[in-house]
């Protein structure tokens, strides 16, 4: 699912493309796409971008009023939704859910896979937009206490902590693993549990990791963004278990649930503990290694 930095320069390319621009039409290949169905999308055509906003991981299009109240175009991209700018329309495929045609080009909505999970919602007044917001605080404008309030409201792992959008606004599961491996903190270390310390080396983990990769994607997007991915190639864990932590050069390890997967150096992160794997430390049982060192 795509995180703070990259709706964040999703968003920046958007606004410089269609900011003041009219909306000419909205193809929906796929009806199902859109999710509400009052006010009708009929009464976008022909109303110019106001501007482009992130709401958690959402992509959010205000547009001009409407008695009064501005239309919210929202978009969901979940798990395997992206967006794709094009200067011409091009033949639709079967991936395709939605195109946005302005006077400037169309932003294609795709989305990889059967499941369909992305959603478009129109939305009228502030006061819907903020009924769908989740309502975490803002990583990036957030003060060390108001930060530590928030994720100690709950007791809860870290991991999922930082990845409750009730809590911490624009992080999933590929830059909580990233930040939790730059804190040194492990992921079911309890929120309960943290000291003083601890609270700060997550508070500024997390601004220094959701910076860096925002400045990072934002240098290497070009006009506009075309691999957006969970899994990059300068990730320190995510997405790399067995291979070397850069850190310590310890194999990273992985916890897996469902469709989640945790990952985390053993070493940097755990004191050498091995985390058990709900499914296949069971299976092993004894034969399941306790510490790093145990791998060889």
Known sequence: MPELPDITVYIERLEAKVKGVALADLRLPNAFVLRTAVPPVTLLKGRRVSGVLRVGKRVVFEFEPLDGQALFLVIHLMVAGRLHWQATPRKLTRSVLAVLDFESGSLVLTEAGTKRRASLHLLHGAA?????????IEPLECTLDSFTARLRSENHTLKRALTDPRLVSGVGNAYS?????????SPIALTSALGADDWRWLFEAVRAVLTEWTDRLRRNAGDFPQEVTAFRPGFAVHGRFGKPCPVCQAPVQRIVYADNETNYCARCQTAGRVLADRALSRLLKSSWPRAIDELG
Do not use: M, N, V
Request: zero cysteines; aromatic letters at 0%.
């Open 177 to 185: 693993d990233e930040i939790l491996h730059r804190a040194r903190l």
């Open 128 to 136: 819907a937009l903020a009924a769908i917001d989740p309502g975490g």
